[in-house]
Each structure stands twice: as C-alpha cells, then as structure tokens.
Nanobody, 120 residues
Framework: QVQLVESGGGLVQPGGSLRLSCAASGRTFSRYGMGWYRQAPGKERELVASISNGGSTNYADSVKGRFTISRDNAKNTVHLQMNSLKPEDTAVYYC??????????????WGQGTQVTVSS
C-alpha cells in the first residue's frame, strides 16, 4: 500500500504563491496517475489537478493558468505549484493515488491533507 505525506500548506495573502509537495512510499508509484484534490468547509471534495503516469495533465477550470501539477518518479514525489491564489482557494488539499480514473473517487487513495488558507 502506498503511503502519502503532503506538505507545503500554510497561510498566504491573495495573489501569493505556495508549492505543495506529496511524498509517496512504494515502488509502484510511477505506474499510477496522481491527483491533487481540495475540500473547503461545507463543500464536497473536488479534483483540482491530475497527472497521468505518462505526464499528461488536467486541471479544473477554476485553477487553469494558475496551478501547475508535476511529478518526479525518481523521487516518488508530486507537486502542485499554486500562483495568484484567491480566497476561494482556501481548503484542505489532498494528494491522491489514482488506481483508476482520478475522477472516480472510490479508486483514489488520499493522504492526510494540508491546510491552505488565502487571506489578508
């Protein structure tokens, strides 16, 4: 079973940037797609960005042009670079291993999450 540990969250002012990292254990990391998800209070968890095992990326419309997902299979890590942050980006962000399509949540294994707060 893959273990995931997210880091890099925190408090940032609107317009600022943060870089989230997810460290994965397990030798099969490179086989699977990876996703970054977020859940704001009172809202459902949503897929923010995903990257396939081949490096193809997809983004939610709300973050296109501002967020960039990347992965380093040699280091078993996946990152989410978040620029031009807005208060509505405030949420707990989760890294996920996608054992199928990243949009099918029942096949996603998530880490413990990291809080991102965008506020002045």
């Amino acid at each position: 079973q893959v273990q995931l540990v997210e880091s890099g969250g925190g408090l940032v002012q609107p317009g600022g940037s943060l870089r989230l990292s997810c460290a994965a254990s397990g030798r099969t990391f490179s086989r699977y797609g990876m996703g970054w998800y977020r859940q704001a209070p009172g809202k459902e968890r949503e897929l923010v960005a995903s990257i396939s095992n081949g490096g193809s990326t997809n983004y939610a419309d709300s973050v296109k042009g501002r967020f960039t997902i990347s992965r380093d299979n040699a280091k078993n890590t996946v990152h989410l670079q978040m620029n031009s942050l807005k208060p509505e980006d405030t949420a707990v962000y989760y890294c996920g291993v996608c054992y199928s399509d990243c949009r099918i949540y029942q096949y996603v294994y998530w880490g413990q999450g990291t809080q991102v707060t965008v506020s002045s």
